[in-house]
């Protein structure tokens, strides 16, 4: 028959194994914890302790190592693309945008429908801030002064 520790090493392995498995260390832990246990069923104490130190030993490299591993493995902050990164980025009028009418933007290579921000005309050739983007359209204001006439 198995002796105690044995079957703690057992647990333990299979804990190891299953980990390879799993996308972060957790199970890892509980497999620690399985030997701590068995080492305590080698000492010869009885199965209160055996439990107790698996549970604590488990518990305690959970808490802390938590810490240490969501520093490496939690998101950054997601890179905005397409046109959720449009706002912010700065451009140059290609047509006049005028109160009634739409003109056209170039930002980061294409070409877009724009209309002023401000309900101002801007003139082709001003340099331009995305301020959102509404449906197909980029809504925008001038940054340079001389662009923005009335």
Known sequence: MLP????????AVGCGIAEIFTPNFFI???GAGALVAAVISALGLGVVWQFTG?????????????????RWFTKREETKTNIYG??????YVTRDISEGCPGEVRVGGETWTARSALGARIRTGAKVEVVKV????????GLDESANCE
């Open 4 to 11: 105690v520790w044995g079957k703690w090493l057992i647990v």
């Open 28 to 30: 890892l832990w509980f």
């Open 54 to 70: 698996f549970i604590l030993a488990s518990a305690v490299l959970i808490l802390y190592t938590k810490r240490i591993s969501s």
């Open 86 to 91: 449009l706002p912010g980025k700065t451009g």
């Open 134 to 141: 509404q449906g197909v359209h980029l809504v925008v204001r």
